[in-house]
């Protein structure tokens, strides 16, 4: 298949240009199409790792509306909570059941998060598919670069 040289230069253009309310993700489109040697290489870089496109965190109660994304929400953790088989979930609310977001943890990835426990209280930024469980959306924790800021050094489970 062969290419207009053009075409990774459209997709550049039209990327930055579709995205008008995040001006971050505008400064990394930007970034990335000016910095990598041809366009075609920027343009196979946003396909290819939409994580470098680094879009604002959303707030944790507007999460359910980008169910299926890969985004970064933002909350305080109000409570850890253990369930069945060493599950543990992060929550954002007092009442976990009428909470629009939740973060769940499988007991076999805590070796690679870290001790969980310590994020109580703490405000957190997390990255991850958002899915729809219990009428909810949720992100699984399954690695400690997921989390960012303060949260991002927890100690050892």
């Given at each position: 298949?062969?290419?207009?040289p053009?075409?990774p230069?459209?997709?550049?253009?039209?990327?930055?240009?579709?995205?008008r309310?995040e001006?971050?993700?505008?400064?990394?489109?930007?970034?990335?199409?000016?910095?990598?040697p041809?366009?075609?290489?920027?343009?196979?870089?946003?396909?290819?790792?939409?994580?470098?496109s680094?879009?604002?965190?959303?707030?944790?109660?507007?999460?359910?509306?980008?169910i299926?994304?890969n985004?970064c929400?933002?909350?305080?953790?109000?409570r850890?909570?253990?369930g069945?088989?060493?599950?543990?979930?992060?929550?954002?609310?007092g009442?976990r059941e009428?909470?629009?977001f939740?973060v769940?943890?499988?007991s076999y990835?805590?070796k690679?998060?870290?001790d969980v426990?310590q994020?109580?209280?703490k405000?957190i930024?997390?990255?991850?598919?958002?899915?729809?469980?219990d009428?909810?959306a949720?992100i699984?924790?399954e690695n400690?670069r997921?989390?960012k800021?303060q949260?991002?050094k927890?100690?050892?489970?």
């Amino acid at each position: 298949m062969n290419f207009s040289p053009a075409l990774p230069v459209n997709i550049c253009l039209s990327l930055f240009m579709s995205v008008r309310a995040e001006n971050t993700l505008r400064r990394s489109l930007r970034l990335i199409c000016a910095v990598l040697p041809t366009p075609r290489l920027a343009a196979l870089a946003i396909v290819l790792f939409p994580s470098l496109s680094f879009a604002e965190c959303i707030p944790f109660d507007q999460a359910d509306k980008h169910i299926g994304e890969n985004r970064c929400v933002t909350g305080k953790v109000v409570r850890v909570e253990t369930g069945e088989d060493g599950v543990h979930y992060l929550d954002f609310c007092g009442e976990r059941e009428l909470c629009p977001f939740s973060v769940v943890i499988f007991s076999y990835d805590l070796k690679n998060v870290g001790d969980v426990r310590q994020l109580v209280g703490k405000v957190i930024e997390i990255r991850g598919e958002l899915n729809e469980s219990d009428d909810r959306a949720e992100i699984v924790l399954e690695n400690a670069r997921q989390l960012k800021g303060q949260s991002a050094k927890l100690p050892l489970w």
